[in-house]
């Protein structure tokens, strides 16, 4: 039995010998990369924490101080070493641990996170909380530096700073976002960083903290003579300071002994504190270090290579994108590309290598993206911005404002759209049909298949105004790709089947299901007719009613919430013409969508065949109800 299995709290680690410590390491990456191996996961980040976790652990007493993430995908050794060991093994499967911090799981998990830059406005909400009601616990908000890059950040740095609560800010710089790290920020960071007062007196450093007495009353006075010696020795981070914070850096986050004795000095320390830790991406597994990029969130791979395992399958439609944008933008010099802070994760990796001028990564800064966009378009170019569905959210304001209300010529291309898979409820794209499709100006566009999406990609920037297209994370049907391209006539559903019992209407590749399902209908002698809706603003109004009218029952299938969705979008179609004699079913998410594979999480929703069948099963005893009704009447 090894060391790990008889940690079930945090308090158990203070037990343990340094060797014993450094022992408990490696066996947590072990775990860690065996079960990332089979059920993939952010491998990378919490290869680099773990050392990290294990100090915050042995000197803060969580739950009741509070230890909050950012993004939360970096969780895992502390998930491990707070009684999740026994099921780890379930890790971002169907049912089973979250790979984020997740509330209902453990008390450990203070606060919820899976979009970037929210914990030090977090921090500063519980440590007032904390002081409001007179309480005594420590906060702490552990952020990456490409978090550091999101703008929240410096708004709660601004509020933190001014309002001189306790709390204090744990810095992981490992010089990484998911790709390389982006801005002047970053830039500062790695000033800090290879600053030579740092990498000559790391040793100094560490004598000097040994001299910070851990607890007793001496402290106060102690301390306060080790920190202007701290100050000395140790990089200043004048920044951090001039928004009031008292900045300690830099230190090596792989060195136990050296982050407790700053851990213990930070907890001291009165007022905003950032400390700033060195740590370095997929720490201990070779294949990780060599590639923090791919590792950063990975799909199962082979243990002793480092391969991923890829299946041969049709390009992702995040492929398609990323080979399109490079074919319509050596036919336009006006086409330009922004990403925040996901080049790869978008497909937009070939376009800044073919179009380093016309390519702007701009750091996780999804609504300056947008603003940004907006201006390049009223300027006359056309910008993408390739974002995925749940982190627009974050942009939803300046789409309107900046983007809708002047009719700039921007694509948004909403990449992950419907349920993701295992990263679950924080990263599934499930309400931008929702919060898109009754924006006025916005032509919204949703294709069935890869091909589809190329064309329509092409048509976007042909269309006058901005245009949204959302297309999910998988493969895509398989169907051949046109090199040539064409324009999908705008506002026009396509009819893919004629049917006089039901009309189905679906949206993107879940077009696919219904027509298989209206192929089983057949068999049972159902006529269903299929709508490929391809534009969700503005409505393809004249087909939609035509066939409503025609079959008197409408089903409606998409990969979105239902409320405000595809389904919606139909029912106040049919309510504001009067159509009173359809009956409607709806399918789609009623809630928030818990983690799974993609098509685990379509079978248990019912996106799928037997979901449409058993949709259809429930019309029929509906409207001959209905249709009584009216007899009797
Ligand atoms: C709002 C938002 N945009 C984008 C992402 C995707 N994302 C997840 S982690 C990450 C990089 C974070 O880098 P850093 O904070 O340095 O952490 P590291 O993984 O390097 O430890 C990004 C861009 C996100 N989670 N939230």
Same mark, same amino acid.
């Given at each position: 039995?090894?060391?790990?299995?008889?940690?079930?709290?945090?308090?158990?680690?203070?037990?343990?010998?340094?060797?014993?410590?450094?022992?408990?390491?490696?066996?947590?990456?072990?775990?860690?990369?065996?079960?990332?191996?089979?059920?993939?996961?952010?491998?990378?980040?919490?290869?680099?924490?773990?050392?990290?976790?294990?100090?915050?652990?042995?000197?803060?007493?969580?739950?009741?101080?509070?230890?909050?993430?950012?993004?939360?995908?970096?969780?895992?050794?502390?998930?491990?070493?707070?009684?999740?060991?026994?099921?780890?093994?379930?890790?971002?499967?169907?049912?089973?641990?979250?790979?984020?911090?997740?509330?209902?799981?453990?008390?450990?998990?203070?606060?919820?996170?899976?979009?970037?830059?929210?914990?030090?406005?977090?921090?500063?909400?519980?440590?007032?909380?904390?002081?409001?009601?007179?309480?005594?616990?420590?906060?702490?908000?552990?952020?990456?530096?490409?978090?550091?890059?999101?703008?929240?950040?410096?708004?709660?740095?601004?509020?933190?700073?001014?309002?001189?609560?306790?709390?204090?800010?744990?810095?992981?710089?490992?010089?990484?976002?998911?790709?390389?790290?982006?801005?002047?920020?970053?830039?500062?960071?790695?000033?800090?960083?290879?600053?030579?007062?740092?990498?000559?007196?790391?040793?100094?450093?560490?004598?000097?903290?040994?001299?910070?007495?851990?607890?007793?009353?001496?402290?106060?006075?102690?301390?306060?003579?080790?920190?202007?010696?701290?100050?000395?020795?140790?990089?200043?981070?004048?920044?951090?300071?001039?928004?009031?914070?008292?900045?300690?850096?830099?230190?090596?986050?792989?060195?136990?002994?050296?982050?407790?004795?700053?851990?213990?000095?930070?907890?001291?320390?009165?007022?905003?504190?950032?400390?700033?830790?060195?740590?370095?991406?997929?720490?201990?597994?070779?294949?990780?270090?060599?590639?923090?990029?791919?590792?950063?969130?990975?799909?199962?791979?082979?243990?002793?290579?480092?391969?991923?395992?890829?299946?041969?399958?049709?390009?992702?439609?995040?492929?398609?994108?990323?080979?399109?944008?490079?074919?319509?933008?050596?036919?336009?010099?006006?086409?330009?590309?922004?990403?925040?802070?996901?080049?790869? =994760?978008?497909?937009?990796?070939? @376009?800044? /290598?073919?179009? &380093?001028?016309?390519? !702007?990564? %701009?750091?996780?800064? *999804?609504?300056?993206?947008?603003?940004?966009?907006?201006?390049?378009?009223?300027?006359?170019?056309?910008?993408?911005?390739?974002?995925?569905?749940?982190?627009?959210?974050?942009?939803?304001?300046?789409?309107?404002?900046?983007?809708?209300?002047?009719?700039?010529?921007?694509?948004?291309?909403?990449?992950?759209?419907?349920?993701?898979?295992?990263?679950?409820?924080?990263?599934? =794209?499930?309400?931008?049909?929702? @919060?898109? /499709?009754?924006? &006025?100006?916005?032509? !919204?566009? %949703?294709?069935?298949? *890869?091909?589809?999406?190329?064309?329509?990609?092409?048509?976007?920037?042909?269309?006058?105004?901005?245009?949204?297209?959302?297309?999910?994370?998988?493969?895509?049907?398989?169907?051949?790709?046109?090199?040539?391209?064409?324009?999908?006539?705008?506002?026009?559903?396509?009819?893919?089947?004629?049917?006089?019992?039901?009309?189905?209407?679906?949206?993107?590749?879940?077009?696919?299901?219904?027509?298989?399902?209206?192929?089983?209908?057949?068999?049972?002698?159902?006529?269903?007719? %299929?709508?490929?809706?391809?534009?969700?603003?503005?409505?393809?109004?004249?087909?939609?009613?035509?066939?409503?009218?025609?079959?008197?029952?409408?089903?409606?299938?998409?990969?979105?919430?239902?409320?405000?969705?595809?389904?919606?979008?139909?029912?106040?179609?049919?309510?504001?013409?009067?159509?009173?004699?359809?009956?409607?079913?709806?399918?789609?998410?009623?809630?928030?969508?818990?983690?799974?594979?993609?098509?685990?999480?379509?079978?248990?929703?019912?996106?799928?065949?037997?979901?449409?069948?058993?949709?259809?099963?429930?019309?029929?005893?509906?409207?001959?109800?209905?249709?009584?009704?009216?007899?009797?009447?």
């Amino acid at each position: 039995m090894g060391l790990l299995e008889g940690i079930n709290d945090p308090k158990d680690l203070r037990a343990l010998t340094w060797e014993e410590l450094d022992t408990l390491a490696q066996e947590i990456r072990q775990e860690m990369i065996e079960v990332v191996s089979v059920n993939g996961g952010h491998l990378a980040p919490n290869l680099g924490v773990v050392e990290l976790t294990l100090a915050l652990h042995r000197i803060f007493d969580s739950p009741r101080d509070k230890l909050i993430w950012d993004v939360g995908h970096q969780t895992y050794t502390h998930k491990l070493v707070t009684g999740r060991f026994a099921q780890f093994r379930s890790l971002r499967l169907f049912r089973g641990l979250s790979g984020f911090p997740k509330r209902s799981e453990s008390a450990h998990d203070c606060f919820e996170t899976g979009h970037s830059s929210t914990s030090i406005s977090a921090a500063v909400g519980f440590a007032k909380a904390r002081d409001f009601l007179k309480e005594d616990y420590h906060v702490v908000a552990i952020i990456g530096d490409g978090a550091m890059t999101g703008g929240m950040a410096y708004e709660a740095l601004n509020h933190a700073g001014h309002s001189g609560t306790n709390l204090i800010v744990v810095l992981n710089d490992n010089n990484m976002s998911i790709s390389s790290n982006v801005g002047a920020l970053s830039s500062y960071l790695n000033r800090l960083r290879t600053d030579p007062r740092y990498v000559k007196r790391k040793a100094e450093v560490k004598d000097l903290l040994k001299s910070i007495p851990k607890i007793g009353s001496k402290v106060a006075k102690v301390a306060g003579n080790a920190k202007s010696k701290l100050k000395y020795l140790l990089v200043r981070g004048l920044w951090f300071e001039e928004l009031g914070f008292t900045y300690l850096g830099l230190f090596d986050g792989h060195n136990s002994k050296l982050l407790e004795q700053v851990f213990e000095f930070a907890k001291q320390k009165k007022g905003p504190i950032l400390l700033h830790i060195i740590t370095r991406k997929g720490k201990g597994y070779a294949p990780a270090e060599k590639k923090p990029e791919v590792f950063h969130g990975v799909g199962p791979f082979d243990l002793l290579t480092g391969e991923v395992i890829k299946k041969q399958a049709p390009p992702t439609y995040t492929e398609v994108f990323g080979r399109t944008i490079c074919d319509i933008a050596v036919r336009d010099p006006k086409v330009v590309a922004i990403s925040a802070a996901m080049p790869t =994760g978008t497909g937009l990796s070939q @376009f800044a /290598r073919q179009f &380093p001028e016309r390519f !702007f990564d %701009v750091g996780i800064a *999804e609504q300056h993206a947008v603003t940004f966009a907006a201006a390049l378009a009223v300027s006359g170019f056309k910008p993408v911005v390739a974002i995925y569905s749940s982190f627009f959210q974050r942009a939803y304001d300046q789409i309107i404002q900046d983007i809708c209300l002047s009719r700039a010529n921007v694509v948004l291309a909403i990449d992950r759209a419907g349920v993701v898979g295992n990263d679950g409820p924080t990263h599934h =794209g499930l309400f931008d049909i929702s @919060f898109l /499709r009754n924006l &006025p100006n916005l032509t !919204f566009m %949703v294709p069935k298949d *890869e091909n589809e999406f190329r064309q329509m990609l092409y048509t976007a920037f042909k269309i006058e105004g901005p245009v949204a297209i959302r297309y999910p994370r998988s493969v895509g049907q398989g169907v051949t790709l046109e090199s040539s391209f064409r324009e999908i006539p705008p506002g026009k559903a396509e009819l893919l089947r004629e049917g006089r019992d039901l009309t189905i209407i679906g949206a993107g590749p879940l077009v696919n299901t219904c027509l298989l399902a209206a192929e089983q209908l057949n068999i049972q002698g159902v006529e269903a007719a %299929v709508i490929n809706l391809r534009y969700l603003n503005p409505l393809d109004k004249e087909l939609i009613l035509k066939y409503a009218g025609l079959t008197k029952r409408v089903l409606t299938v998409e990969d979105n919430i239902l409320g405000g969705g595809m389904g919606g979008a139909v029912l106040e179609l049919l309510a504001d013409e009067k159509l009173s004699n359809v009956a409607v079913q709806r399918l789609g998410y009623p809630d928030f969508v818990e983690q799974g594979s993609i098509s685990q999480l379509h079978q248990f929703y019912g996106l799928s065949v037997e979901g449409i069948l058993g949709a259809y099963s429930k019309f029929e005893t509906r409207s001959l109800r209905f249709e009584g009704k009216r007899k009797i009447l």
